[in-house]
């Protein structure tokens, strides 16, 4: 009886305890989606570290976030640790699923040294 339901004689089941932690699961994704759209709302997404936090807002592994995306895992590494060296269409790919474009933005007064 996955995720608890009715018996044959009319008792209830409890739901097992995977299906307590994949609600957990669901609810820490909804809060990092919420968490990396606040970021970009602010202007505060930025490479390489973006890619994982919309990763993991997804839930996802490198691999399956790879597929999703037409990548191998390594690239999706590179990407994340800030060694690959995305094409623009990769970019702007994986920005409009999250509702995002890719653009240029000024540099803060501490990027510059200032």
Same mark, same amino acid.
């Given at each position: 009886m996955?995720g608890?339901?009715?018996? =044959?004689?009319?008792?209830r ?15 820490r994704? /909804?809060?990092a ?8 709302r =602010? ?11 919309? =990763? ?11 597929r999703?995306?037409?990548?191998? /895992?390594?690239?999706v ?10 094409k ?7 920005? /409009? ?7 240029l933005?000024? =540099?803060?007064?501490?990027d510059?040294?200032?």
């Amino acid at each position: 009886m996955p995720g608890g339901g009715a018996r =044959r004689d009319g008792a209830r089941t409890a739901a097992p305890d995977g299906a307590a932690a994949d609600i957990g699961e669901r609810i820490r994704a /909804r809060e990092a989606r919420s968490a990396v759209a606040a970021a970009a709302r =602010r202007g505060e997404l930025r490479l390489p570290g973006c890619v994982r936090e919309l =990763r993991r807002a997804l839930g996802m592994n490198q691999t399956d976030f790879g597929r999703m995306f037409r990548l191998t /895992r390594r690239q999706v590494s590179e990407l994340e640790n800030g060694h690959g060296d995305p094409k623009a269409s990769t970019l702007a790919r994986i920005a /409009r699923a999250f509702g995002l474009t890719v653009g240029l933005v000024p =540099r803060s007064a501490l990027d510059w040294g200032e």
